[in-house]
C-alpha cells in the first residue's frame, strides 16, 4: 500500500470517534428512553439576550455523542490488536492510551466544537439548521482535534490531513442526504 493511501486511511481511522460522535445527536432523537434528556445545553440562559446556543444543542446529543466517541475508541482498540491492517494504518498505539479519556475527549470535542459554532450563528441571526458554510463543515472538526490535543499531538500535515477528509466527508454525506431528501440543502 502506498504511504499516501496509508496516511488518508489512518486519518480516516484515527478522527472516526469525533465523525461517528457527530453523527450520534440524530440517531439519538429516534432512541425511546433518551427523551428525558432533550434539555437545551444551554438550560434556556442567554448572552446579550439571545440564547447561547439553542434548541438544537441538547444534553441529550452531548451525551450520546460522548457514548458514541466510546464505543468507537473501544472498537479502534479491539481491531488495533486483533488486525495487521489495521495496525498498520493507525497512528495511535492503542494499548498505549487511555482509551475512555480519547472517547471522552472526542466525542465531547466534536459535539462541544458544534456548539460553540451555534453560539457564534445565533449572533449572525442565522436559524437553526440553516446553513453556514464552511463552519457547519468544520465545527466538530476543530472541536474533536483541539480536545484530543492533551493526550495525541500529531505533525501539523496530519491535522491538514483530518481536516481536508473530513471536510469531504461532511459534504459528500449532506449533498447525498440532500439527494434522498432527507437534507433542505445540499450545503
Known amino acids: 500500500m502506498s504511504p499516501i493511501v496509508t496516511e488518508i486511511l489512518g486519518a480516516f481511522w484515527f478522527f472516526l470517534p469525533c465523525g461517528v460522535a457527530n453523527m450520534m445527536p440524530v440517531f439519538a432523537m429516534f432512541t425511546p428512553g433518551l427523551k428525558k434528556l432533550n434539555y437545551p445545553l444551554d438550560c434556556y440562559k442567554t448572552f446579550k439576550g439571545i440564547r447561547i446556543f439553542g434548541d438544537h444543542k441538547s444534553w441529550r446529543g452531548l451525551i450520546s455523542g460522548i457514548i458514541g466517541g466510546l464505543i468507537t475508541v473501544a472498537l479502534q482498540a479491539h ?77 501539523w500535515w496530519r491535522y491538514s490531513l483530518i481536516i481536508v477528509l473530513y471536510v469531504g466527508l461532511h459534504v459528500g454525506a449532506t449533498v447525498l442526504g440532500y439527494l434522498v431528501k432527507l437534507k433542505d440543502s445540499p450545503i
Not at 98 to 126: E, M, V, W
Not at 139 to 146: K, P
Request: proline share 5%.
Open 79 to 155: 481491531f488495533y490488536n486483533t488486525s495487521d491492517f489495521v495496525k498498520q494504518i493507525s497512528w495511535l498505539n492503542y494499548s498505549n492510551v487511555n482509551l475512555i479519556l480519547l472517547g471522552t475527549l472526542a466525542g465531547a470535542g466534536a459535539l462541544l466544537g458544534d456548539a460553540i459554532k451555534s453560539f457564534f450563528k445565533r449572533r449572525t441571526n442565522l436559524k437553526p439548521g440553516a446553513p453556514w458554510f464552511p463552519f457547519d463543515q468544520i465545527d466538530y472538526i476543530l472541536g474533536g482535534i483541539v480536545f484530543m490535543l492533551p493526550i495525541v499531538q500529531f505533525e
